[in-house]
């Protein structure tokens, strides 16, 4: 059995599933966890989503919360107007949610609404925490030797879930901070070019955190889609 990280994947379905050919996803044995954003700046996001959603309901896959899974939410709620989700990459999305019937726009919110905004998973030899975006660096809450992630997240979420998804921080808080946090954490998010200093799409490898989005929703500037092995630490791109 291997554990798969991936993240970031907007709507790029035949990809996503070059992807898991590539990795000989096996759903008898193997699991995956998608750090959020399987939404937007892609051609066939639903379409994405839906195979998701059949991994997940077998069992399979965990979907963490996007930012803009949230957009999505937050659109089919009455929360987001059209011409401000397409500014943030909404475009396809909008138009292939104009083609659901009441009863499924209605079902896609409630599925939304439910997902979860970290995870915390243990193997044998490691245990790391997955979210998508990281920290708000207003929301740590810490003592003098431990930044305990976990409550950390809880706070940002319950203070402004919008404002915790979008937040880059944790690339810009001072190392005195981060070298504190109880956890490892794998993030999303911010595409590697923006964080390698050679621009590169690789993850990104720091001391107390990966981020493992390597711009599949950026293309044209040289991103990919890729999933990292929790088991043995190898990585794959597509
Ligand atoms: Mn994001």
Redo the contacts with the bound molecule.
Sequence with gaps: MSIYLTS?LHGDCRRFLKLLNKIKFNPYQDFMYVL??VLDRGNENLELLKHVRKYIDAGKMLLIK???ELFAQMYLQGRLDARQWILWGGRQTLAELGRLSPDQREELENFLCGLPFYQIITTADKTVLLT??GLDADCIIESDSRLDVEESIKAAVAGDEFRY??SNDIHYMPWGQIRKMDHYVIV??VPAMRLNEDASCRIVHREKYMCI?TGAGFRDSGGKMSCYRLDDGREFYV
């Design positions: 970031d959020g954003d996007g930012n803009h998508h975006s998804l979008v999303g998010h989005d």
